[in-house]
């Protein structure tokens, strides 16, 4: 840690205080980017695949109504995923690694979550033959989850240092 002595004349009274640096840069080393943005950076592709998988969903089955749950599906799971990055991205310009670490905490569970609800669906349609196509694209759903949560986990994040 690296002190600076600052002095200012405050109603003609000088006054001379030492203040710690805290030595985190602003940035994540070897990028631009902060914590929470690269946290932004891992959940915003999974945000589009979740929506391209519900409209894939969608499409297979020729837009018929029945099949629009595919379609809300992916893109509520979207919507909610975009919210986290969306917190993960608020601390642009600052290091607040709390609000990384929650946000990556958040994203974590989400893709929890939803491997669950996933695998759920999945196993709910296992033996019908005409949702073969629904089965396999559930599967993709899961694997994709799967890798979104073990690129948040394999993510470091800078420790916190505070002053004491």
């Known amino acids: 840690m ?3 002595r600052i002095e200012s004349n405050f109603f003609m009274f000088k006054t001379s205080v030492f203040v710690r640096k805290l030595s985190l840069p602003n940035t994540m080393p070897g ?4 914590p929470g943005q690269q946290v932004a950076r891992i959940l915003i592709p ?5 929506f391209l998988c519900g409209f894939g969903g969608w499409a297979i089955n020729s ?3 029945k099949a ?3 379609m809300i599906m992916g893109s509520g799971s979207a919507v909610v995923v975009l919210v ?7 601390d642009i310009g ?8 929650q946000s990556r905490v958040m994203g974590s569970l989400v ?3 939803y491997s669950g609800v996933f695998v759920w669906r999945a196993s709910k349609i296992l033996g019908v033959e005409e949702k073969v196509y629904l089965f396999l694209l559930l599967c993709l759903m899961v694997l994709g989850s799967v890798v979104t949560l073990v690129r948040l986990l394999w993510f470091q994040l800078p420790r916190e240092t505070h002053i004491e």
């Open 111 to 113: 893709c929890i979550i």
């Open 84 to 90: 986290v990055a969306w917190f993960a991205r608020r």
């Open 63 to 65: 837009f018929a109504g």
């Open 31 to 34: 990028t631009k980017e902060t």
């Open 94 to 101: 600052t290091i607040n690694l709390s609000a990384a670490r």
């Open 2 to 4: 690296c002190t600076t």
């Open 46 to 50: 999974y945000a589009v695949f979740l």
């Open 68 to 70: 629009k749950s595919g």
